[in-house]
């Protein structure tokens, strides 16, 4: 199969700039950045600070899947306990103590690299004003969640949001919900690419599987706010003959608080590597989501994942869910809901429900989506007929 973003070279250096660290759970930023810098120069993915025992602030680097990581460490001691983020590593946000400091020093790499006037895409809307002191050629905004409404977001960064939804040279939105809030701020250029799958790769899910003693009920993602713990306990005494494996790390909720049961199991973190064959352990697929602020306007791209490994899908009623894979997805309120529908879709026919999902996994694959999206980026600079440069958004 040819590649979509071959014969698409852009001279340009790529610079992102991410709330997500390359390293941690692969998702939208790492599907759609390790495709797009196959066209570039080079592409750099900048990272949120981390508090570290440095003297005085300094840029670290690491080469990595195609990419260059990029992350600044600032003094441990010169920051308070208020300003550190909730989260990884002790992650400090783009707007706390260091953003000059980044600007500088990033403005300093990029010129020794010689990469003048970057095309800069922006994840965390708190790094507007770095994207904006990279003199960018482009500024993208690609919108994948509403940051403003998860726990722990830091102050300022709804007003960040919609001033990088006006400022920026194009906007992406991953969801249909995401798509509606930013275009009620801003009504023009603004595209709609909700995430996508790498098909190929989750499908080694089904010749991985194997039969094991007891059916097995799955989630794989992070555990954070977003999902219903009560419904996960709910679920796991519904089920006794059944093992739930809630795969992923743990983020701004307390391990200490996690519901406990027999059949209840976190094996932690998974590499995108290995998510194939842990899929291929699961009867049903999960998607307990809490039905909250955080998850107002998501738009889980696990679906798709669990779908292309060939596994029923049991869910709650989350919207662009609901919207989008109402018909091939089961939708269920709560404990004794989940546990009757994981019994019931692990009874049925695997054939009706892949050729429902055939066509929603055709039209979603990660390379044709950042195709299109590159192609976006290059059309918006193309020479007019006159000989100019059309710069609308």
Aim: hydrophobic share 45%.
């Amino acid at each position: 199969m040819s590649d979509p973003l071959e014969g698409t070279d852009d001279p340009t250096h790529l610079v992102v700039l991410s709330h997500l660290r390359w390293n941690w759970v692969w998702q939208r930023p790492q599907h759609l950045v390790s495709r797009l810098a196959r066209t570039r120069a080079r592409t750099w993915f900048v990272e949120e600070a981390v508090a570290a025992p440095v003297p005085e602030p300094r840029l670290g680097t690491e080469e990595r899947d195609g990419v260059t990581r990029v992350w600044l460490e600032v003094p441990r001691d010169a920051v308070p306990d208020r300003q550190r983020y909730v989260g990884m590593d002790e992650l400090l946000v783009f707007g706390a103590p260091g953003t000059e400091p980044y600007a500088r020093l990033l403005r300093g790499l990029l010129g020794e690299a010689g990469a003048a006037e970057p095309d800069v895409w922006l994840y965390s809307p708190m790094a507007l004003d770095i994207a904006q002191a990279l003199r960018p050629r482009q500024l993208i905004y690609d919108v994948m969640d509403d940051l403003a409404s998860f726990k722990d977001a830091p102050a300022g960064m709804r007003l960040r949001a919609r001033r990088a939804l006006t400022e920026a040279d194009l906007v992406f939105a991953g969801g249909r919900s995401l798509y509606r809030s930013a275009a009620a701020v801003r009504p023009h250029g603004i595209h709609l690419f909700p995430s996508g799958v790498e098909s190929a790769h989750y499908a080694r899910a089904r010749a991985l599987r194997r039969p094991h003693p007891r059916p097995t009920a799955g989630y794989v993602g992070v555990v954070d706010e977003r999902l219903d713990l009560d419904l996960v306990a709910g679920l796991a005494a519904a089920l006794p003959d059944w093992d739930v494996r809630i795969v992923g790390p743990v983020s701004k909720v307390d391990p200490a608080c996690l519901p406990q049961a027999p059949n209840l199991h976190y094996p932690g973190w998974a590499a995108y590597d290995d998510l194939p064959e842990v899929m291929a352990g699961f009867d049903v697929a999960l998607m307990p989501f809490a039905l909250n602020e955080a998850t107002r306007s998501i738009s889980p791209t696990k679906t798709l994942e669990y779908l292309a490994a060939g596994l029923p899908v049991v869910s709650t009623r989350i919207a662009d869910v609901v919207a989008d894979f109402g018909e091939v997805v089961h939708l269920a309120d709560d404990a004794a809901g989940f546990a009757a529908a994981c019994r019931e879709v692990a009874a049925q026919s695997r054939g009706a429900r892949d050729r429902k999902a055939a066509p929603l996994l055709a039209r979603q694959e990660w390379d044709a989506i950042a195709a299109a999206m590159a192609a976006l980026l290059r059309d918006r600079l193309a020479p007019t007929a006159g000989g100019r440069q059309d710069l609308s958004a």
